[in-house]
Each structure stands twice: as structure tokens, then as C-alpha cells.
T-cell receptor, first 116, second 116 residues
Framework: AQSVTQLGSHVSVSEGALVLLRCNYSSSVPPYLFWYVQYPNQGLQLLLK??????LVKGINGFEAEFKKSETSFHLTKPSAHMSDAAEYFC??????????????FGSGTQLTVLP | SQTIHQWPATLVQPVGSPLSLECTVEGTSNPNLYWYRQAAGRGLQLLFYSVGIGQISSEVPQNLSASRPQDRQFILSSKKLLLSDSGFYLCAWNGPGAGGHSYEQYFGPGTRLTVT
């Protein structure tokens, strides 16, 4: 069974500082990995995804993540935090269930606070 | 382009009352559909998913049920709400992609349910 662990339920950074949100996964097969962002009282928005190919993937809003198989990690980074980045971030891994369903297993989320 | 709608956006219901939340997807055919719940301070819990009309899989036994009467419509129901049903309900879909349905899911705006 697949699982996702997000280290740090709350992360605070200063505006302009590096953002690093950690995600580790476990999977018995090559995983498909995702990062989502959720603003208050809104749905989740896909930031980026890794399926196959290049292990460094770029997403929206200047975020990127690197798939490291040896470390079973998929950490999310952004070189310079902006106040608008304050939100909750979820890491997810894809599993295959019955039929054609593509379920996602989510981490517990990391709340990012950006300090002025 | 595809869009996903949920309604109502907010709902306050007394304990013991019935519930019906609706989700519809536009711009795609034969999507997989998913219902999630976010309780306060907690991550996403997958409640139900559907790979086709009338096909419902339940992930967690509970006071809720789901139905899919049409290809792009997914309904979450309850006959008698409990206090513990309060939360933020999210509908999601994934659709055709390479090798079948795409792996990433796209989320609706959510319904905030408060049971009093």
C-alpha cells in the first residue's frame, strides 16, 4: 500500500526566503507524485506532478519539486517566498484501484505561513 | 475546457436532517468522480469514488451514501446527519489521459457543511 508523510505540519518563512516543504512516500511500484495547494475555503489546485521522465519538475507560481527515488522523497521548493504563497500544501501519490480508478493518497498537509 | 461545480457552497443543517450535495463536471466524458471530506484541522479523507454511472465504491463505512445518476453528476447524501458529519466536502474528477484516465485529480470549490 502507498503512503505519504509530510514532515512539519506548520512551516514559517520570511518573505523572500527559500520555501522547502518535505514529502516522503512509500510505494511498491514506481509512483506518480503530486503537489496541491489549498487556499482557505477553496478546493485544491494542482501545483505540479511527476509521472515519468525528468526528475525535476516545474509547476505554477514558481514552485518546483525533485523526485529522488533513492530517498523516496518529493520535496517542494520555491527560491523566494511571496506573501501570496501562504496556504496549505498537500503531497499525494497515485495508486491504481479497481477498474480505471486512479486514487490519490494524500499526506496530512503543511500549512505555510509567510512572514513580512 | 473542463470545469467542476459543487453546490451549495455552504450549508447549515440540524442533527438528524437529510443531506444532498451535488457535483457536476463539464467538458469531459466518462470521468472518474470522487468525494472527499476535510474535517477541521485534518487532511483529506476519501469517502466514495465512481468509475461510471451507477458504480459506487465506498472507502469508509459511515452515515453517508453516494450516487451517480448521470455520467457527469455525483451526489453525496445522508438520511440523518450527525454532528461528526461537519466538514468541508470536496468533489474531484480525473479524465482521459495517456494510457487511460489521467492520474491527477481536479477539485471543485467545495461545500462547507456545519451540522448544529
Amino acid at each position: 500500500a502507498q503512503s505519504v508523510t509530510q514532515l512539519g505540519s506548520h512551516v514559517s518563512v520570511s518573505e523572500g526566503a527559500l520555501v522547502l516543504l518535505r514529502c516522503n512516500y512509500s510505494s511498491s511500484v514506481p509512483p506518480y507524485l503530486f503537489w496541491y495547494v489549498q487556499y482557505p475555503n477553496q478546493g485544491l489546485q494542482l501545483l505540479l506532478k511527476y509521472t515519468t521522465g525528468a526528475t525535476l519538475v516545474k509547476g505554477i507560481n514558481g514552485f518546483e519539486a525533485e523526485f529522488k527515488k533513492s530517498e523516496t522523497s518529493f520535496h517542494l521548493t520555491k527560491p523566494s517566498a511571496h506573501m501570496s504563497d501562504a496556504a496549505e500544501y498537500f503531497c499525494a501519490v497515485s495508486v491504481i484501484s479497481s477498474g480505471s480508478a486512479r486514487q490519490l493518497t494524500f499526506g496530512s498537509g503543511t500549512q505555510l505561513t509567510v512572514l513580512p | 475546457s473542463q470545469t467542476i461545480h459543487q453546490w451549495p457552497a455552504t450549508l447549515v443543517q440540524p442533527v438528524g436532517s437529510p443531506l444532498s450535495l451535488e457535483c457536476t463536471v463539464e467538458g469531459t466524458s466518462n470521468p472518474n468522480l470522487y468525494w472527499y471530506r476535510q474535517a477541521a484541522g485534518r487532511g483529506l479523507q476519501l469517502l466514495f469514488y465512481s468509475v461510471g454511472i451507477g458504480q459506487i465504491s465506498s472507502e469508509v463505512p459511515q452515515n453517508l451514501s453516494a450516487s451517480r445518476p448521470q455520467d457527469r453528476q455525483f451526489i453525496l447524501s445522508s438520511k440523518k446527519l450527525l454532528l461528526s458529519d461537519s466538514g468541508f466536502y470536496l468533489c474531484a474528477w480525473n479524465g482521459p489521459g495517456a494510457g487511460g484516465h489521467s492520474y491527477e485529480q481536479y477539485f471543485g470549490p467545495g461545500t462547507r457543511l456545519t451540522v448544529t
